[in-house]
T-cell receptor, first 115, second 115 residues
């Protein structure tokens, strides 16, 4: 069975600093996808970034990058130059194989950016 | 605007009173799914549907029903709600095989309280 673990319930970071949110996963499937979602206080789920298990390069989307270390089964989210608007809950998730639909989520990390 | 629309956003009901949470998408997505979000547990899948008249159980289906009579609609039915179904519910959709490329589009969420 697939499992996602986010070990940081909460993080506090100064504005403009870079922040890394940890995510480890467990799966026996050779092909899978990894996702990060942002949930602001308003509650909606916002897709941030995706990494496929066979992708050779780490995914990047603007200030977001995914540090994918396949051997360690980790998929950490890196946010560069944090902003106050980055304060939110962040979820790591995985799908069974590329293109499949079921997402398994981690417990989430609440990120607070301090001015 | 491409979106997943859930209604209602907030609902307080009493134990045993049947209710339906509606979900509609305008993107012609084949795949639709319901999740519930609880503190410390992340999001867990309740039911999903690969296409019209094709539905299947997720990880926590007990106490819920779904139907997929039309491609755009995927209502979640609680026949006899109980307090342990108090949660934040999300509907999500994606194109089959494209969930990785585009992420999953989530609705705004329905906060349900059963007293």
């Amino acid at each position: 069975a697939q499992k996602i673990t986010q070990t940081q319930p909460g993080m506090f970071v100064q504005e403009k600093e870079a922040v890394t949110l940890d995510c480890t996963y467990d799966t026996s499937d050779p092909s899978y996808g990894l996702f990060w979602y942002k949930q602001p206080s308003s509650g909606e789920m916002i897709f941030l970034i995706y990494q496929g298990s066979y992708d050779q390069q780490n995914a990047t989307e603007g200030r977001y990058s995914l540090n994918f270390q396949k051997a360690r089964k980790s998929a950490n989210l890196v946010i560069s130059a944090s902003q106050l608007g980055d304060s939110a809950m962040y979820f790591c998730a995985m799908s069974k194989h590329q293109g499949a639909q079921k997402l398994v989520f981690g417990q989430g990390t609440r990120l607070t950016i301090n001015p | 605007e491409a979106q997943v629309t859930q209604n209602p956003r907030y609902l307080i009901t009493v134990t045993g009173k049947k209710l339906t949470v509606t979900c509609s998408q305008n993107m012609n997505h084949e795949y639709m799914s319901w999740y519930r979000q609880d503190p410390g547990l992340g999001l867990r899948q309740i039911y999903y549907s690969m296409n019209v008249e094709v539905t299947d159980k997720g990880d926590v289906p007990e106490g819920y029903k779904v139907s997929r009579k039309e491609k755009r609609n995927f209502p979640l039915i609680l026949e006899s709600p109980s307090p342990n179904q108090t949660s934040l519910y999300f509907c999500a959709s994606s194109l089959l095989g494209q969930g990785d490329s585009y992420g999953y589009t989530f609705g705004s969420g329905t906060r349900l309280t059963v007293v």
